[in-house]
């Protein structure tokens, strides 16, 4: 054979081989793809599961012995590796728990028990004669019911047909209404204090004799919001004087707002204030979730703000004065979701991860009882190291993974939101979580699930402000609805600024103990 024809068989095959070796590289990168694609897939079917039919709880479960489950734990352990394991069980005692006394404040009805005459004989058929009683209580609930106040305002003149003068009428929240301010406080700490919507309410009112229109409470509320509008600016005014302040934001729904579809998600934007001595939790509403939003919010907010890594929060980052700091609660469940629904491959990693943030909030439970110059410091000695350790090990594992895994997501938010994370190890009066505004949303969120939707925009509004005041009052110490029956009694006899900030004060002052 010619060489000539030899060497071109050679280059052909070399091309050849080339390709295929091409092809088989391009293949080795689709199955590559197509096997974290397919992973992905399955964390997403398995995290809607989870949404659709698993707990809610975040609750994480070390692997460390537990000094409560220690027995059960060992005897399952032993019973898979086919041991014995003999425990001693001490005799005790069972002891009966002692019920509480019933409040020596609550109205006490008497009701004596006598034997009938024909019993009261002895033995020797002598009379018997009462030497003592033996005592017990039960607490008795009788329904709500309604009543007229009838309010006769003496009109004064020289005879009959005079004019004259008249006594002022009593001022009210709704003037021209027939509610008083405890009924409104009761209708409105219904509906956003326990989530029962207002069509409910009219059927109760039916059934207590007297039919109360839900339009017409509705229109009491929107109305009510309005008239205690200067309280809302005294609560904004103080909150945007604190050093410290938390934001979060949680989905509502309004039905009839220009512009929107009916089914569109609008926004209530949370702000509260974790460690001042008389805390403020705000609700706002607005259809937008964006960082025009968050600017509106905190315009010249000059101090520590404490948020999630959402990207409307960004638009805060140049703004003069304000430190941001981030959410380890938000840091955390990324692991937590990456080690109960992400791949097998990543749950090790998810799972090494929860054990960092188990040690770290061990550190914050023992700091709940330091002044906050301790807990700084010991946040310094302890938290710091860990910390350390934390981000070396998530460098050192991130490429290890695929990036659109669940663990792959963990790591990103993790890394990138770092600096924000450790935020809160430079002063002891910051959380390390944003867990105070989250729970603030709590009574929203549950009663978002009976009323589910507003109807107007003024709704939301109003809903906004009583969601506050009552969130509010409740973190202070008072009573919600006692608040809601003080406010509407003191706005209508307020005149002035200080009248107004006597009445926050009132909301916002802890209860005095006796």
Not at 3 to 15: A, G
Not at 182 to 195: R, S, V
Not at 471 to 486: E, F, H, R, S, W
Request: proline share 5%.
């Amino acid at each position: 054979m010619a060489p000539e024809i030899l060497f071109d068989q050679i280059t052909d095959l070399r091309s050849r081989l080339d390709s295929a070796a091409t092809d088989l590289a391009r293949e080795r990168e689709l199955k590559q793809f197509y096997a974290e694609e397919n992973s992905r897939l399955h964390e997403m079917i398995r995290e809607f599961k989870r949404h659709r039919f698993g707990p809610r709880s975040e609750r994480w479960q070390t692997e460390e012995p537990l000094c409560f489950n220690e027995a059960e734990v060992l005897a399952a352990q032993a019973k898979l590796e086919g041991d014995e394991i003999e425990t001693e069980v001490k005799p005790h005692t069972r002891k009966r728990g002692k019920r509480r006394p019933l409040p020596e404040g609550l109205p006490r009805e008497v009701v004596v028990i006598e034997l009938p005459e024909s019993e009261r004989m002895g033995e020797d058929g002598k009379p018997l004669k009462p030497i003592g009683k033996e005592i017990s209580e039960k607490l008795h609930y009788e329904p709500a019911s309604l009543k007229v106040i009838e309010y006769q305002r003496i009109r004064y003149g020289q005879d009959s047909g005079d004019t004259g003068v008249i006594a002022p009428p009593v001022a009210s929240i709704i003037p021209k209404g027939y509610v008083t301010s405890g009924l409104l406080a009761h209708i409105i700490m219904q509906k956003y204090g326990y989530g029962m919507p207002l069509y409910r309410q009219e059927d109760m009112s039916k059934r207590l004799g007297f039919e109360i229109p839900r339009c017409t409470m509705a229109r009491w509320v929107i109305e009510a919001a309005l008239e205690c509008r200067p309280i809302w600016n005294i609560f904004e005014e103080r909150l945007m004087a604190s050093n410290y302040v938390a934001c979060d934001e949680t989905w509502t729904q309004v039905l009839k707002e220009k512009g929107r579809k009916p089914e569109a998600k609008s926004w209530m934007w949370v702000r509260a204030t974790p460690s001042d001595e008389r805390k403020i939790i705000l609700f706002d509403y607005d259809p937008s979730r964006s960082g025009d939003v968050a600017k509106r919010l905190f315009a010249e907010y000059e101090g520590i703000l404490q948020v999630d890594g959402y990207g409307a929060y960004d638009a805060l980052e140049k703004q003069q004065g304000l430190i941001r700091i981030g959410c380890n609660m938000h840091g955390r469940r990324k692991f937590e979701s990456a080690f109960k629904i992400g791949s097998k491959s990543g749950r090790s990693l998810a799972s090494e991860a929860m054990k960092y943030y188990g040690r770290l909030y061990e550190i914050e439970k023992r700091a709940r009882e330091l002044t906050w110059e301790e807990r700084h410091r010991l946040r310094l000695e302890e938290s710091t190291p860990i910390w350390d350790q934390f981000k070396s090990w998530a460098i050192l594992n991130q490429n290890k993974v695929p990036p659109k895994s669940k663990i792959g997501q963990a790591f990103h938010y993790f890394l990138n939101e770092y600096p924000y994370l450790t935020g809160y190890l430079q002063d002891g009066r910051l959380e390390m979580d944003n867990g105070f505004a989250e729970r603030a949303i709590t009574t929203f969120a549950v009663g978002r699930k009976n009323w589910l939707f507003n109807d107007s925009v003024d709704g939301a509004e109003a809903a906004a402000f009583f969601y506050s005041i009552i969130v509010t009052a409740k973190i202070n110490g008072n009573d919600p609805q006692k608040a809601l029956t003080k406010l509407f009694d003191g706005v209508p006899q307020a005149k002035t600024v200080e009248d107004f900030e006597r009445i926050a004060d009132l909301i916002l002052s802890r209860p005095t103990v006796h």
